[in-house]
């Protein structure tokens, strides 16, 4: 079984920063990738940024910039470095990795989700 923790969330005022970190636990054999994917109320959950094992980078345009990811393979962890925050990145993140995990006889693919951290951004 794996789990994600998710930790950072809070209020900030416009202009701030936060850090993410989303730690991942379990029968890890790989980490194929690690992302942030953000849902806004009313709104569908989109992607954020991610990262891969081979250090190969996406993030959303609107992002681009001020936010920074980051993954640390040995700690199974990844980081979201938020900058100049502002008021339409108030949502709800969600941690999402894409694992290689140890099954009972083989090994797997699967895809997890953290339960979610409020981020707030308002003066």
């Known amino acids: 079984q794996v789990q994600l923790e998710e930790r950072g969330g809070g209020l900030v005022q416009p202009g701030g920063s936060l850090t993410l970190s989303c730690a991942a636990f379990?029968?890890?054999?790989?980490?194929?990738?690690m992302g942030w994917y953000r849902q806004a109320p009313g709104k569908q959950r989109e992607l954020v940024a991610s990262?891969?094992?081979?250090?190969?980078?996406n993030y959303q345009e609107s992002v681009k910039d001020r936010f920074t990811i980051s993954l640390d393979v040995a700690k199974s962890t990844a980081l979201l470095q938020m900058n100049s925050l502002k008021p339409d990145d108030t949502a709800v993140y969600y941690c999402?990795?894409?694992?290689?995990?140890?099954?009972?006889?083989?090994?797997?693919?699967?895809?997890?989700w953290g339960q979610g951290t409020q981020v707030t951004v308002s003066s």
């Open positions: 379990g029968s890890i054999v790989k980490i194929n990738a």
């Open positions: 990262i891969n094992s081979t250090g190969n980078i």
């Open positions: 999402h990795a894409d694992l290689l995990i140890a099954g009972s006889t083989n090994f797997m693919d699967a895809d997890y």
